[in-house]
């Protein structure tokens, strides 16, 4: 039997946007949405090892661009005040390549950052920064299935 799968056909991150609010955040060149299961462990007799029960998730994630602005740096910052509240936001991540079988589309809902960069100078080299948040929810808009 022939693998169905092309290699042609795998995702590049090249063609992936992140949106937010309609908005194309075109500083960030990489993201990670990761979504991590929680159990507790459930004794049962007659078995050595507890059974694990699962009580939900957490989704966490991550951003990295290039620092072409301070912009989305100073709205986050913004929390320092404690009259403003923190950022929440929802973003779209999309992934358009046009050799995969489709586009595959996800919305993050509720979005907290938690941590970001201030400042970065490197001589001699292009400034990356990195984003870490954690959101509470995700929906997949756009599906490829697999063959």
């Known amino acids: 039997m022939t693998n169905p799968n092309q290699a042609h056909e795998?995702?590049?991150?090249?063609?992936?946007?992140i949106y937010e609010n309609g908005r194309w955040l075109a500083q960030f060149h990489g993201i990670e949405v990761k979504v991590e299961a929680k159990y507790?462990?459930?004794?049962?007799?007659?078995?050595l090892n507890?059974?694990?029960?699962?009580?939900?998730?957490?989704?966490?994630?991550?951003?990295?661009?290039?620092?072409?602005?301070s912009?989305?740096?100073e709205r986050l910052s913004a929390a320092k005040d404690p009259s403003?509240?923190?950022?929440?936001?929802?973003?779209?991540?999309?992934?358009?390549?046009?050799?995969?079988r489709g586009p595959y589309k996800v919305e993050v809902t509720g979005i907290k950052f938690t941590s970001w960069p201030v400042f970065?100078?490197?001589?001699?080299?292009?400034?990356?920064?990195?984003?870490?948040?954690?959101?509470?929810?995700?929906?997949?808009?756009e599906s490829v299935k697999d063959l």
Do not use: C, R
Request: no cysteine; glycine share 10%; proline share 5%.
């Open 10 to 17: 795998a995702f590049s991150g090249t063609y992936a946007k």
């Open 40 to 47: 507790d462990d459930v004794p049962q007799s007659g078995k």
């Open 50 to 69: 507890a059974g694990k029960k699962f009580v939900g998730f957490e989704i966490t994630g991550s951003m990295k661009g290039s620092q072409y602005g």
């Open 71 to 73: 912009e989305f740096i």
């Open 84 to 100: 403003v509240p923190p950022l929440v936001t929802n973003m779209t991540m999309v992934n358009e390549d046009p050799a995969a």
């Open 120 to 141: 970065i100078a490197e001589h001699g080299a292009v400034i990356e920064h990195d984003f870490e948040f954690t959101a509470e929810d995700y929906e997949i808009l």
